[in-house]
């Protein structure tokens, strides 16, 4: 069978065109050898939302928006999204439908938060609606409680400047210039005093020169003489551990008991016990000896008075 030379200019015209529309739904993001799968949400406000926009999850491409549309519902003007999946995606009811940014341009993307159902949505169910905070609400935001501390601020600064122009009348004025003059004669002096300082510097600098070479003999002194000092302390070392070695803890200890029994001793003495205690503590002996000396203290004065009573003397001899 031959064909006719129109039937092929046909032939090719139609795949042209079926391959023009396929191009062009492919573009958009549509499948036309795929089953359709729709999902909606309705959202008070949409920012930059488009068609096209991706519905994705955890950031993976599900699907797209299909289309957009302002409708009524009761009383309000809001906006029905139709979303069309792309892929066999099982989404729990009651799932979100969240509008988030997608890039720092402000393009829109609309993210699906699973819920914890346990059954899942079917072609034309309807998602929650849920909008991300937008970048001016953000700004809004943090914006607010900066904007009331710069207000408190600058109430604060108006008082501060109200009672420092109450404080700066002209005595205080004359203080604050007499202060800031002081100042400068204290910079002047020390500017005086850092031009004799240098001057003190080179005038000492050989002296200077010179006490930095006797340390540097001294340091090179010390380090030829390293090994007699070393011996020296080792000589120390060898006297201290030969004291360790000694009987000096026996000698310690007896010095110990002998003054324990020398308190003893003491203590016996205090209580009148022996010799000593009855010497310390009895007053006996002080009394016959202080008895004995007034004795005494009489026989010599009466042997001064009378001598002749006890001192008999003659050279014919006694008188009868």
């Known amino acids: 069978m031959k064909l006719s030379k129109e039937f092929k200019i046909g032939i090719v015209v139609v795949c042209t065109i079926s391959a023009f529309i396929w191009g062009i739904s492919f573009l958009k993001g549509t499948n036309l050898f795929t089953s359709k799968y729709y999902l909606y949400a309705v959202y008070p406000k949409i920012d930059n939302l488009i068609p096209s926009s991706p519905l994705q999850i955890n950031g993976y491409k599900i699907g797209q928006i299909k289309t957009i549309s302002l409708i009524q519902n009761d009383g309000k003007n809001?906006?029905?999204?139709?979303?069309?999946?792309?892929?066999?995606?099982?989404?729990?009811?009651?799932?979100?439908?969240?509008?988030?940014?997608?890039?720092?341009?402000?393009?829109?993307?609309?993210e699906v938060i699973f819920s914890k159902e346990s059954e899942f949505v079917v072609n034309g169910d309807t998602l929650i609606a849920e909008t991300e905070q937008g970048l001016k609400e953000s700004f809004n935001k943090q914006l607010a409680p900066l904007q009331a501390k710069a207000e408190n601020l600058l109430g604060s600064i108006d008082s501060v400047m109200t009672v420092a122009k109450l404080m700066l009348n002209a005595k205080t004025r004359e203080n604050i210039d007499q202060s800031f003059e002081s100042v400068r004669k204290a910079i002047l002096s020390l500017e005086q005093t850092a031009y004799k300082l240098d001057d003190l510097m080179a005038s000492e600098k050989p002296k200077m020169s010179n006490i930095l070479t006797n340390l540097s003999d001294i340091t090179s002194n010390l380090n030829k003489s390293e090994n007699k000092i070393n011996n020296i302390l080792n000589n120390f070392s060898n006297l201290s551990d030969t004291l360790v070695k000694t009987q000096l803890k026996s000698a310690v200890n007896n010095a110990d008991n002998t003054l324990k029994e020398l308190n003893g001793l003491l203590a016996k003495i205090?209580?009148?016990?022996?010799?000593?205690?009855?010497?310390?503590?009895?007053?006996?002996?002080?009394?016959?000896?202080?008895?004995?000396?007034?004795?005494?203290?009489?026989?010599?004065?009466?042997?001064?008075?009378?001598?002749?009573?006890?001192?008999?003397f003659s050279i014919f001899g006694r008188k009868k």
């Open 270 to 312: 205090n209580q009148g016990q022996g010799t000593l205690g009855k010497l310390a503590k009895n007053d006996s002996l002080y009394n016959n000896l202080n008895k004995s000396s007034e004795d005494l203290d009489k026989l010599l004065k009466d042997l001064k008075e009378n001598p002749k009573r006890y001192v008999h």
């Open 78 to 110: 809001v906006v029905l999204v139709k979303f069309l999946l792309l892929e066999d995606i099982q989404i729990p009811k009651n799932s979100i439908a969240r509008a988030v940014s997608s890039d720092l341009l402000g393009s829109k993307a609309v």
